[in-house]
Structure formats: C-alpha cells, structure tokens
C-alpha cells in the first residue's frame, strides 16, 4: 500500500518549479487535482478552471506538468507490466482445461446438424469466451486482480492526464491524441506478448495486417478477417494468411448477391457459377466458401458462422491454408484456400 503515497509524491516533486510562487494558480490547480485524487472527488470543474488562467500561467503549468509526464507514465508501465507477468496464468491446470475445452468444441463437428446448431448454441460461444479469458488476457483482467496501490496509481494517472489535455487544450497546442492514450497502447501491447496463443499463428495475423494494407483491403473485411483467425486460434487451429484476391472474389460475389437479387453460392451471373471459378477469375484458388447476409459488422457475419453447422465445419477446417473476406453492404462473402 506505500507506491500510491510514493507515485503522488513523485507526481509533485517533479511538477513543482522553485521559480513559481507556491501561492500561484499553476500550484492551486496542482492542489486541486491531488485534493479530488485523495478523496475521489469530481475533476471537471478543476479541468474547467484552467480554461480561466492567463494563457502565459497555462503554458508555464503544461511545461511542467509534460516535464514530468514520461517518468510518470514511465513509472506506471512499468508497474503495471511487472503486476501483469506475475498474475500470468499458464499453470499445468489450465493448460488441461484449454485441451479439455477444444476437444468439447471440435466434438461438436462431428454431431449431426441439428445437434451441433443446439451444442454450438448452448456452449459454443461460451466455450470460446473461457478459451479467450485463459489465452488472452486483457487490461481489465489484469487489473482486476491488482493490488489496491497500482489501481489507485493508474486513476492519479489518469486524473493528470485530464490535465494536461486540459492544458493541451487551453494553450491551443496541436494534438492528434489524448495523454492516456499511449498509456492504454502500452497496457495492450505488452498483453499482446503474454499472450498464449500459437505464436505461428501470431506472426502470420501481423503479417496479415501490412498484406491488408499494403493491397488495400477494406477495413471491415481486414478486421473480420482477424476476428476468424483469432477464433481459429482460441480453437486450436492454425491462422489463416489472408489472400487480397481472394477478397475481391468474394467481395464480387457479395455484390452480385444484392445487385441480381439471389442468396446462393451457385451464382446466375455467367463465368461466375460456382466459388472455383469465381477465385479462377481472380487468379487464385477456392477450397470453401461462406455466405451472410444481414448485417454490415463483420463480427456478425463470422458469428452467424460459427453457430450454423455447416459454415462452422468450414471456418474451422484444419486444411485451409489462407483467407478472404468480401463484403458489399449487408452482404457477405467468406472464402478459403487450400
């Protein structure tokens, strides 16, 4: 219980300037924000109280207060990442109850249709829910399990990152982000390497984001394209490599869904007949496609996948090797390759 009293100290000995009478409004708004720290008070109204300083006592406050900022922030990380390592949770018990929970979850595929629909609905999506709280800890999780003085040094944190944007604000300094915003990339990026799933698997979602970008995939398609790779992963299978004509393909496909009115994988459209020719005429190659149609979020159409028998054996089909996703308006299309 000693680093909160430490951490605020710290926050007040490297914000305090022996050239600013201790008197000065600079050192009153200080006061203030540790004042509602302590107590837990509201911070909009100090917040406020800086857009009435002379603009020569605002920026005088925001070079002391960024000053200070990267040893707090610093500090903080540095914290919170030791906490996050020690509550890691790969024990030999968990590691049983993953394996038990993917062979529950690949059973299901063998039952026919209809008890795999009423499996896939009673404990499929639950089954994943644990399968990510055990391999992919999260910010909150992790938090949740700490210790009262970390919690009370990430809300002082916090607190004077209101601050300073407050200061960012009044001072009309340009700014694209907001002061806690490179604390909370710092919390995910070192959860991301806590995380349990197949590093191969990882790697392959990495290089799945520059492909993306790099052959400028549609947003939607790149994210949904991820979230099937994620539950592919959380299931015990490999990640798929996201194939840029496949996309297009099935985007194609998506599109003369809506535009000549039909739902069906066997396209009217002629040279487009059938998922073969329709990766053919993109040069690449089709071993399984899905359809959707319902909604514009990608998590929709890969949910309405998964609990569908049929579109579930394919999403989480051992022998694809790569992926694409299309998607024209509330119409989906998801394509695999051997």
């Known amino acids: 219980m000693k680093r909160f009293p430490v951490f605020l100290v710290t926050i007040i ?20 924000v540790k004042a509602r ?18 603009i020569k006592d605002t920026k005088a406050l925001y070079m002391r207060v960024n000053r200070a900022w990267p040893r707090l922030t610093g500090k903080y990380i540095s914290n919170f990442q030791r906490h996050a390592k020690n509550a890691g949770t790969d024990t030999r018990e968990n590691k049983t109850h993953i394996r038990d929970l993917r062979k529950e979850l690949e059973s299901m595929k063998s039952l026919a249709d209809g008890p795999m ?9 639950t089954i994943l829910s644990e399968l990510r709280k055990l391999l992919i800890p999260n910010t909150e999780l992790v938090l949740a399990t700490a210790d009262e003085a970390l919690k009370k040094e990430r809300r002082s944190l916090i607190a004077y990152a209101g601050l300073r944007d407050a200061l960012i604000k009044a001072a009309i300094i340009p700014s694209d982000s907001t002061s806690f915003s490179p604390v909370t990339k710092a919390e995910e990026d070192y959860m991301r390497q806590l995380s349990g799933l197949d590093r191969k698997g990882l790697r392959v979602m990495e290089k799945n984001r520059k492909a993306a970008e790099k052959a400028k995939v549609p947003e939607p398609e790149r994210k949904g394209v991820e979230d099937a790779n994620i539950m592919r992963l959380l299931a015990g299978y490999n990640a798929l490599e996201i194939d840029p004509k496949l996309c297009a393909a099935a985007r194609d496909h998506s599109k003369d869904m809506e535009t000549h009115n039909f739902f069906a994988h066997n396209s009217p459209v002629k040279g487009k007949t059938t998922p073969w020719d329709r990766a053919k005429n993109f040069r690449t190659t089709a071993s399984g496609e899905n359809i959707y ?40 299309t998801q394509l695999f390759g051997g």
């Open 37 to 54: 720290i302590d107590d837990g008070g509201d911070l909009s109204e100090v917040y406020d109280s800086v857009d009435d300083l002379p």
């Open 117 to 125: 629909k009423d499996a896939l609905k009673k404990r499929g999506m």
């Open 293 to 332: 149609m319902g909604s514009t979020d990608p998590l929709a159409a890969n949910r309405g996948w998964f609990f569908s028998p049929g579109h579930h054996r394919n999403m989480f089909k051992p022998g694809h090797k790569r992926i694409g996703l299309g998607q024209h308006n509330n119409h989906w």
């Open 13 to 32: 000995a490297l914000i305090s300037s022996a050239t600013i009478d201790a008197s000065s409004p600079g050192d009153e708004i200080l006061a203030a």
